[in-house]
């Protein structure tokens, strides 16, 4: 089955750059989407299809993906971003498609 | 605006059944795929289930398949999701999301979801 891997944590200063990073055999071949979740809520779409942004999404947060590597941009973070953040994709590579969430990355703004 | 609200969820003893319901307003219910995702507690997303805007397709996660079952009433604007066979491993709050796209055959992105309904299997 497909696998996505992502870093447990990442800490960022505010003001600074984040990236959480999706890793995937081949994942340059998917689109990957990216949802935030804080605690105690439904997760909410942020990026879709790679790098685009659902309307009411700031600009700040952006999209990358190639090779076997997704990345999740977050610019000039502030202490509202701080999230549990996950990749997610299509794996249709078999008979039976299916979804595919990776861990988790938890973003602490410090 | 798009309201999806689960109910159905609660306590259950290992080896019974549960069947969830997500109701759904504000959009064309029968044009969207939709899914079931769960969460386990302190947990990440688990993806559950998904189903075609007709109803014709399905898909289910190795870990739910054969004992979870999918479906909908697109004349009442409703997503199930029938549980077999409950282990305490699905333990968790079930959450079901509208795709982002109608009449896609890929049943993601979700762009809206519920508020999550809870499921406990114990003894």
């Known amino acids: 089955s497909y696998v996505l891997t992502q870093p447990p944590s990442v800490s960022v200063a505010p003001g600074q750059t984040a990236r959480i990073t999706c890793g995937g055999n081949n994942i340059g071949s998917k689109s990957v989407h990216w949802y935030q979740q804080k605690p105690g809520q439904a997760p909410v779409l942020v990026v879709y299809?790679?790098?685009d942004r659902p309307s009411g999404i700031p600009e700040r947060f952006s999209g990358s993906n190639s090779g076997n590597t997704a990345t999740l941009t977050i610019s000039r973070v502030e202490a509202g971003d701080e999230a549990d953040y996950y990749c997610?994709?299509?794996?249709?590579?078999?008979?039976?498609?299916?979804?595919?969430f990776g861990g988790g990355t938890k973003l602490t703004v410090l | 605006e798009v309201q999806l609200l689960e109910s159905g969820g609660g306590l259950v003893q290992p080896g019974g059944s549960l069947r969830l319901s997500c109701a759904a307003s504000?959009?064309?219910?029968?044009?969207?795929?939709m899914s079931w995702v769960r969460q386990a507690p302190g947990k990440g997303l688990e993806w559950v289930s998904a189903i075609s805007g007709s109803g014709g397709s399905t898909y289910y996660a190795d870990s739910v398949k054969g004992r979870f079952t999918i479906s909908r009433d697109n004349s009442k604007n409703t997503l199930y999701l029938q549980m077999n066979s409950l282990r305490a491993e699905d333990t968790a709050v079930y959450y079901c999301?509208?795709?982002?796209?109608?009449?896609?055959?890929?049943?993601?992105?979700?762009?809206?979801w519920g508020q999550g309904t809870l499921v406990t299997v114990s003894s």
């Open positions: 999301a509208k795709d982002l796209s109608p009449y896609t055959t890929v049943t993601i992105p979700v762009d809206y």
């Open positions: 299809d790679d790098s």
């Open positions: 504000g959009f064309t219910f029968s044009s969207y795929a």
């Open positions: 997610q994709v299509w794996d249709s590579s078999s008979d039976h498609p299916y979804v595919v």
